[in-house]
């Protein structure tokens, strides 16, 4: 079935320093890559979308890059600061599924 | 309303007792999805409704859960004969059309079974 894969599963970086998370999908149909946050003892909250037909978007601080042909995508945090500290969750929509599939998270912590 | 809402927030049942979560989401969506956190987790695909109807049922662990939407708005999801295993947090999402927007999330309900 629908499948997305998410390393890692743990990250420490120091402040001001650059994180990387990785996702991986398996539905070539899939066609919309949202990007959750969620703060300890809260619910997700989008932080940053891509679609399909574009490779990669910007805001502020967050980036998302998209390889279709690989299917793989990823979300990068700059000048990293402590409130970035939460759980990050990748997903992936396709017309296929029709649901949205989340990758097992991957826990941020900011070292000061 | 002006978010999603679910209901209760927290619920206590002794194993054995069935229990229903409330799910009302954003007035005008009509997409809603069920995931199950389980302390410490990821997102676990329960279920997914298309205004009332449910063309993906095949996250539901088995037989005891069961969900329904009535009127294209407010959804249950029933667990019946809790069991230990049962305790999670329960997350509604709620999005406009069949997919590809923003999913909105409720606060969940936490499950505790004793």
């Known amino acids: 079935g629908e499948n997305v894969e998410q390393h890692p599963s743990t990250l420490s970086v120091q402040e001001g320093d650059s994180a990387v998370i990785k996702c991986t999908y398996s539905?070539?149909?899939?066609?919309?890559f949202p990007w959750y946050k969620q703060e300890l003892g809260k619910r997700p909250q989008l932080i940053i979308d891509?679609?399909?037909?574009?490779g990669e978007k910007k805001d502020q601080r967050i980036a998302v890059t998209l390889n279709k042909t690989a299917k793989h995508f990823s979300l990068h945090i700059t000048e990293t600061q402590p409130e970035d500290s939460a759980v990050y969750f990748c997903?992936?929509?396709?017309?296929?599924?029709?649901?949205?599939?989340f990758g097992s998270g991957t826990r941020l912590s900011i070292r000061p | 309303g002006a978010g999603v809402s679910q209901s209760p927030s927290n619920k206590v049942t002794e194993k054995g007792k069935d229990v229903e979560l409330r799910c009302d989401p954003i007035?005008?969506?009509?997409?809603l999805y069920w995931y199950r956190q389980s302390l410490g987790q990821g997102l676990e695909f329960l279920i997914y409704?298309?205004?009332?109807?449910?063309?993906?049922k095949s996250g539901l662990p088995s037989d005891r859960f069961s969900a329904e939407r009535t009127g294209g708005s407010v959804s249950t999801l029933t667990i019946q004969r809790t069991q230990q295993e049962d305790s999670a947090v329960y997350l509604c999402?709620?999005?406009?059309?069949?997919?590809?927007?923003?999913?909105?999330f409720g606060q969940g309900t936490r499950l505790t079974v004793v």
């Open positions: 997903a992936a929509w396709g017309s296929s599924a029709s649901k949205i599939i």
């Open positions: 999402a709620s999005s406009v059309g069949q997919g590809g927007t923003e999913a909105f």
């Open positions: 007035s005008g969506h009509t997409a």
């Open positions: 539905d070539s149909a899939s066609n919309y």
């Open positions: 409704f298309q205004g009332n109807s449910a063309p993906d």
């Open positions: 891509i679609r399909s037909n574009v």
